[in-house]
């Protein structure tokens, strides 16, 4: 970024917020649970991918992506201006139904960044999409919460804040996320404005914009160049927006739409074909990567149509399904080798790439939904995911969020920071002045290097509890839910907003009040 970009985003997102990420407050959190007074720059990973697909492999799923593209084609549904575009830069289009030539999708795609950075509005949140980042953003849709109090009911606009400052508040969470509860409280037409606007007010992280209708992205945009400015979002990125394919092989009008609007303001897309294999893919590994790669040509090329360059990610969220009744499963071998092989078709083509985060079926923050989201979490960055949501908060296969488990989550994700910086290879990594100091038959708890590593040396978790069976006993017995239960609290208690430059925020709540006052309440 350019010193008079860097300025003119300075003056937007006002002074620095709380919590500067580096030095030796960093490193510790880095290697405890992290509390909410430090914050991490997203992961640079040090640590190798994991494949599952050799050359012969890769090469087969991409000749029968090609051949779906062709053949079959992708259906965009009741957009005429879409299929216009598609016609016009070359495919064949039959009805709503496009069959794409060979190449052509590919050749768009050439114009599509591979690394990019979405700006926060205080930059030392901004992250790196792309290349060696992951960047970790918390659960995305449920319409349900589980609170603090047990009780499963409907998310509501506080809710919905909550969640929005405890990400804030968490060192690994890098990201502000997008509807990470969906307020039910709120009229379906107007919510996304108090939406918006809370990851803006109580975050200063880079967030996610309104998909449910364009004209909702639309004052997404829009709120966004109050924040930064007409000039620097029209030239940079600083909204992510989640498009999902309606698997099989279809784009609706109101993706399209809000596809559109994105990419012709420079904002991201995640093009996702939303998978579950068995219903909406067949039941192989092999079948379902051809199904996604497909999917996701046609979908992330289109934005290219829309506008040359703007910033797209190669998506998939891959779950299997039970076969005796339907539900959806996470944590299970197939959707784990779907994610790594499309990884690998994502960097071929050349585009970030998203999938993962901490998925699990359970109903509860119980020992299934720390087996199923770890196994859905370690996967997730062996990958080398670029962009991760769901990475904390996800219950009951996405239909909950939840406060415990959103509070485990950040602590795994403490964790994984930690280990994707890889083996340290610095003189004092290599430790061998303790090891010289030591000698045979003694130990290192004494030694100079011990003491001088030991508050980092190791990550220490904020929810575990590693103590004695008769400490444990004495502290009340808690398990590790009813701990994630306390810490919550804690946090919401002594939160403190980042600072917002009031102009900027009076900017806002004018907009909102004009938008809201200008229709009627809608709650279908």
Not at 298 to 310: E, V
Request: proline letters at 5%; glycine letters at 10%.
């Amino acid at each position: 970024m350019g010193e008079d970009a860097a300025v003119e985003q300075e003056q937007a997102g006002g002074r620095r917020g709380r919590g500067a990420s580096g030095g030796a407050a960093a490193r510790r959190a880095a290697r405890s649970g992290g509390g909410p007074g430090t914050q991490l720059t997203y992961i640079k990973r040090k640590v190798n991918v994991y494949e599952v697909l050799n050359e012969e492999g890769l090469a087969l799923i991409e000749k029968n992506a090609d051949t779906v593209l062709e053949e079959i084609g992708i259906e965009f549904r009741d957009d005429a201006e879409a299929l216009a575009l598609w016609k016009e830069a070359g495919a064949d289009v039959k009805g709503e139904r496009v069959h794409f030539p060979k190449g052509l999708c590919r050749e768009l795609l050439k114009t599509a960044p591979s690394v990019y950075t979405q700006h926060a509005r205080n930059p030392e949140r901004s992250v790196q999409i792309g290349g060696d980042a992951t960047v970790f953003a918390p659960v995305y849709g449920p319409p349900f919460v589980r609170d603090l109090d047990g009780n499963r009911r409907y998310a509501t606009i506080e809710d919905f804040r909550n969640f929005v400052k405890l990400a804030y508040m968490a060192p690994s969470i890098h990201h502000s996320g997008g509807t990470v509860c969906e307020p039910v409280d709120v009229p379906v037409n107007k919510r996304h404005l108090d939406m918006v606007y809370s990851h803006i007010k109580y975050s200063d992280k880079p967030f996610m914009g309104s998909v449910t209708a364009p004209e909702r992205a639309e004052d997404t945009v829009a709120m966004a160049k109050i924040v930064f400015g007409d000039d620097f979002v029209e030239n940079n990125t600083v909204l992510t927006s989640l498009i999902n394919a309606n698997s099989p092989m279809v784009f609706d009008e109101t993706m399209l739409g809000a596809a559109k609007v994105y990419a012709r303001h420079n904002q991201a897309c995640i093009v996702t074909p939303f998978i579950l294999a068995g219903a909406m893919s067949p039941v192989t590994v092999a079948g379902t990567l051809t199904q996604v790669l497909a999917e996701v040509l046609a979908g992330a090329s289109f934005t290219q149509l829309i506008r040359k360059g703007a910033p797209v990610l190669f998506g998939t969220f891959a779950s299997s399904i039970s076969m005796q009744s339907g539900a959806p499963t996470f944590g299970t071998p197939e959707p784990t080798l779907v994610s790594y092989g499309a990884a690998q078709l994502a960097r071929r083509l050349g585009l970030p790439f998203r999938t993962g985060g901490s998925l699990c079926a359970s109903k509860v923050p119980d020992a299934q939904a720390a087996y199923e989201s770890a196994n859905t979490l370690n996967s997730t960055l062996l990958a080398g995911t670029n962009f991760v949501l769901h990475s904390a908060g996800w219950l009951e296969g996405g239909l909950a969020s939840c406060y415990e488990k959103f509070m485990m989550d950040i602590d795994q994700l403490g964790m994984q920071q930690k280990f994707a910086e890889g083996v340290d290879l610095s003189e004092n990594g290599q430790a061998m002045d303790a090891i010289r100091q030591v000698g045979p038959g003694s130990h290192y708890l004494g030694c100079d290097h011990t003491q001088a590593n030991f508050q980092t040396a190791f990550y220490r978790s904020s929810i575990a509890d590693n103590n004695s069976y008769e400490q444990w006993l004495a502290e009340g017995q808690k398990t590790a839910p009813q701990r994630a239960n306390e810490l919550a609290r804690r946090w919401l208690e002594s939160y403190e907003a980042p600072y917002l430059d009031p102009s900027i925020d009076d900017g806002l709540k004018d907009f909102i009040a004009a938008k809201k006052a200008s229709m009627p309440d809608a709650f279908t």
